[in-house]
């Protein structure tokens, strides 16, 4: 399937997150996450599976940028494990988490590899969540610290920073609904973990300016809303999007959330819309809505979104609600920073993967239209370069550009990988 033609500068990349593929979750002076507790415990994770070894990128690193220097990425997108480099995320900083930072950081730059760090990626220290993770307003605070660390000594190599990833998804999946760590259930009531990350990310990009950082964004998941009922449509648009981009963007929460969020919110929203560089957008698929057809705690009824293929992870395949989304972000936000696509990918089991490059090859098409309605798309980042840990769904989702036996760790390039480096080729 033949890709559009995008700017000779548009940005290459491929991401990761760090608990999905370090593995070494006992090694190198690393503290515990709160994904280590709720993997931990039985009935959370598909089969029983855990992250201790994943990939083992802790120890192939250099193999694995071997792979990218391969494919010819621009950039890699990559997290920081918050409990590797400060254990019980405060007090003193681990030197051999740093040590392994400083040399995977030293082979990108030797490869030719930008580096695109993600200083959050949901690994809170499970000393932190004991005093009350993000409903805690100190949390905010210990990560400005924690930001400061980091950016004091790799800002000189990081070419971007993205200080949390996908707020909504820890709000929602970790507090809200318990799918995710820390496995809570307090549905709307975890609102307020939402403003006090936003507080963080915040309090992180002041940070990481004065520690010498080039360039910092975010990386927020967002989705279109479909539903013929317009109030369902517009809260779980308030609650899935605007809740996270208005207070960046506009210095503003939408209204209909205000009475939950934290008492004097507003004093912290200067801080929160601090100017950024870029704006990250991870798109996987749309949301469909209706009405409640019976009483309950939310406003709204999730229905699937029919008509689509479905990918092995149960998300239907849908590249022109990219389209629609970048185009609807470019209209509401009128000072929108330059976009990147943070994250894009889909599950599919085979090596021999056309699944994956149409779906590739049909979100590039939608990043390419949306460029033509005026939204300002720089670069993409595909997830994922490699098969790895899916949150409580293990290991069977496979999102890579290269496959991994997980019982030998052989990674094998499939043929999207293939396909993804001759679109890169074939941009410059």
Same mark, same amino acid.
């Given at each position: 399937?033949?890709?559009?033609?995008?700017?000779?500068?548009?940005?290459?990349?491929?991401?990761?997150?760090?608990?999905?593929?370090?593995?070494?979750?006992?090694?190198?002076?690393?503290?515990?996450?709160?994904?280590?507790?709720?993997?931990?415990?039985?009935?959370?994770?598909?089969?029983?599976?855990?992250?201790?070894?994943?990939?083992?990128?802790?120890?192939? !690193?250099?193999?694995?940028? &071997? =792979?990218?220097? /391969?494919?010819?990425?621009? $950039?890699?997108?990559?997290? %920081? @494990?918050?409990?590797?480099?400060?254990?019980?995320?405060?007090?003193?900083?681990?030197?051999?988490?740093?040590?392994?930072?400083?040399?995977?950081?030293?082979?990108?730059?030797?490869?030719?590899?930008?580096?695109?760090?993600?200083?959050?990626?949901?690994?809170?220290?499970?000393?932190?969540?004991?005093?009350?993770?993000?409903?805690?307003?100190?949390?905010?605070?210990?990560?400005?610290?924690?930001?400061?660390?980091?950016?004091?000594?790799?800002?000189?190599?990081v070419k971007m920073w993205i200080p949390l990833n996908e707020p909504?998804?820890?709000?929602?999946?970790?507090?809200?609904?318990?799918? !995710?760590?820390?496995?809570? &259930? =307090?549905?709307? /009531?975890?609102?307020?973990? $939402?403003?006090?990350?936003? %507080? @963080?990310?915040?309090?992180?990009?002041?940070?990481?300016?004065?520690?010498?950082?080039?360039?910092?964004?975010?990386?927020?998941?967002?989705?279109?809303?479909?539903?013929?009922?317009?109030?369902?449509?517009?809260?779980?648009?308030?609650?899935?999007?605007?809740?996270?981009?208005?207070?960046?963007?506009?210095?503003?929460?939408?209204?209909?959330?205000?009475?939950?969020?934290?008492?004097?919110?507003?004093?912290?929203?200067?801080?929160?819309?601090?100017?950024?560089?870029?704006?990250?957008?991870?798109?996987?698929?749309?949301?469909?809505?209706?009405?409640?057809?019976?009483?309950?705690?939310?406003?709204?009824?999730?229905?699937?979104?029919?008509?689509?293929?479905?990918?092995?992870?149960?998300?239907?395949?849908?590249?022109?609600?990219?389209?629609?989304?970048?185009?609807?972000?470019?209209?509401?936000?009128?000072?929108?920073?330059?976009?990147?696509?943070?994250?894009?990918?889909?599950?599919?089991?085979?090596?021999?993967?056309?699944?994956?490059?149409?779906?590739?090859?049909?979100?590039?098409?939608?990043?390419?239209?949306?460029?033509?309605?005026?939204?300002?798309?720089?670069?993409?980042?595909?997830?994922?370069?490699?098969?790895?840990?899916?949150?409580?769904?293990?290991?069977?989702?496979?999102?890579?550009?290269?496959?991994?036996?997980?019982?030998?760790?052989?990674?094998?390039?499939?043929?999207?990988?293939?396909?993804?480096?001759?679109?890169?080729?074939?941009?410059?």
């Open positions: 399937m033949k890709v559009p033609h995008l700017p000779s500068d548009f940005v290459w990349g491929v991401a990761t997150a760090a608990f999905q593929i370090e593995g070494a979750t006992a090694e190198g002076g690393r503290g515990r996450s709160i994904w280590d507790t709720f993997t931990a415990t039985p009935g959370k994770i598909a089969r029983g599976e855990h992250a201790d070894v994943s990939t083992d990128h802790y120890h192939r !690193y250099l193999e694995d940028v &071997a =792979l990218m220097s /391969d494919l010819g990425v621009d $950039a890699y997108r990559f997290s %920081l @494990a918050w409990p590797r480099i400060q254990p019980d995320g405060r007090g003193p900083v681990n030197p051999e988490g740093i040590a392994f930072y400083d040399r995977l950081l030293d082979s990108l730059c030797e490869a030719g590899i930008d580096p695109v760090a993600t200083v959050y990626h949901w690994d809170t220290p499970q000393a932190l969540e004991d005093r009350g993770g993000w409903l805690s307003r100190e949390t905010a605070e210990r990560f400005a610290e924690y930001a400061a660390i980091v950016g004091e000594r790799f800002a000189d190599r909504m998804v820890m709000s929602i999946f970790g507090y809200g609904i318990g799918e !995710y760590a820390p496995g809570k &259930a =307090l549905l709307l /009531d975890a609102i307020p973990t $939402a403003h006090h990350q936003l %507080l @963080a990310h915040g309090l992180a990009v002041t940070a990481l300016r004065a520690a010498g950082a080039r360039a910092v964004g975010t990386a927020n998941n967002h989705s279109p809303i479909w539903g013929e009922d317009p109030e369902p449509v517009s809260f779980l648009d308030a609650l899935i999007n605007r809740l996270f981009a208005d207070p960046i963007l506009l210095g503003s929460y939408p209204e209909v959330l205000h009475d939950r969020l934290p008492d004097g919110f507003a004093d912290d929203l200067p801080a929160i819309a601090a100017p950024l560089d870029f704006y990250g957008v991870n798109y996987y698929e749309p949301m469909a809505v209706r009405a409640p057809r019976t009483a309950g705690p939310l406003p709204f009824e999730l229905v699937p979104v029919e008509g689509y293929p479905m990918t092995t992870n149960g998300s239907p395949v849908v590249p022109d609600g990219l389209r629609e989304l970048l185009v609807l972000l470019h209209e509401r936000y009128p000072e929108m920073p330059p976009v990147h696509i943070t994250e894009n990918g889909c599950s599919f089991d085979e090596i021999h993967d056309s699944d994956r490059i149409d779906f590739l090859a049909g979100h590039l098409t939608a990043v390419r239209e949306a460029m033509d309605a005026g939204a300002d798309v720089r670069g993409y980042f595909v997830w994922s370069l490699l098969d790895n840990f899916e949150w409580s769904k293990g290991y069977a989702p496979r999102f890579g550009l290269v496959h991994v036996d997980y019982d030998t760790l052989v990674r094998t390039p499939k043929d999207s990988f293939a396909w993804y480096r001759d679109v890169i080729k074939r941009s410059r």
